[in-house]
């Protein structure tokens, strides 16, 4: 099955500063790649997603770029807040494209 | 905004008992999905339903798990005999596509912890 590998594990970083975490998967065939946001006591949230057909996708002050020879995608925040505090989820969802394997997540933290 | 509903939003039991978790999907979407995180750790897929029957399962989803759509709105996960390791919490998906080719939309989770 599909092999989600997500780095770091934890990210701390200063208000305003830019924020960037990557994911490696393993299944050539993967053409759907979704960032998901967790806080604190909630289920996963869909913040971006990729199609394969495109290199970077932006919404606001969120990107996610795909790297498809290479089989990586990153989650780039810039300008974070504090409410950027949560926990990310990269994810894919290999050839049958009927479920998503998540990474491992990545607690990131703003301080003010 | 339509959201997924699950309840008990905590649930505690002693090894042994049956445990039921139920989930009310968004309305118009087609499939569903059970996900398990267990305390810091990443989410795993448990098992997906479509057209009421099963359309792929984990090998964590053994024989004393167990779905069902009985009534045509709720979305219920039943572990027959908990073990302590079913400790962890239990998060309803659904999606109106194909879980692979767009969003999931997630419940707020039901908190099982096994005594």
């Known amino acids: 099955g599909e092999n989600v590998e997500q780095h770091p594990s934890t990210l701390s970083v200063q208000e305003g500063d830019s924020a960037v975490i990557k994911c490696t998967y393993s299944?050539?065939?993967?053409?759907?790649f979704p960032w998901y946001k967790q806080e604190l006591g909630k289920g996963p949230q869909l913040i971006i997603d990729i199609r394969s057909n495109v290199g970077e996708k932006k919404d606001q002050r969120i990107a996610v770029t795909l790297n498809k020879t290479a089989k990586h995608f990153s989650l780039h925040i810039t300008e974070t807040q504090p409410e950027d505090s949560a926990v990310y989820f990269c994810?894919?969802?290999?050839?049958?494209?009927?479920?998503?394997?998540f990474g491992g997540g990545t607690r990131v933290l703003v301080k003010p | 905004e339509p959201e997924v509903t699950q309840t008990p939003s905590h649930q505690v039991t002693q090894m042994g008992q049956e445990v039921i978790l139920r989930c009310v999907p968004i309305?118009?979407?087609?499939?569903f999905y059970w996900y398990r995180q267990i305390l810091g750790q990443k989410v795993e897929f448990l098992v997906s339903f479509y057209n009421n029957e099963i359309s792929e399962k984990s090998e964590i989803f053994d024989d004393q798990f167990s779905v069902e759509r009985p009534d045509g709105s709720n979305f219920t996960l039943k572990i027959r005999s908990t073990k302590l390791e079913d400790s962890a919490m239990y998060f309803c998906?659904?999606?109106f596509g194909q879980g692979g080719t767009g969003e999931l939309f997630f419940g707020e989770g039901s908190r099982l912890t096994v005594l």
């Open positions: 998906a659904s999606s």
């Open positions: 299944d050539s065939a993967s053409n759907y």
């Open positions: 994810a894919t969802p290999g050839a049958a494209g009927n479920k998503l394997t």
């Open positions: 309305s118009n979407h087609l499939y």
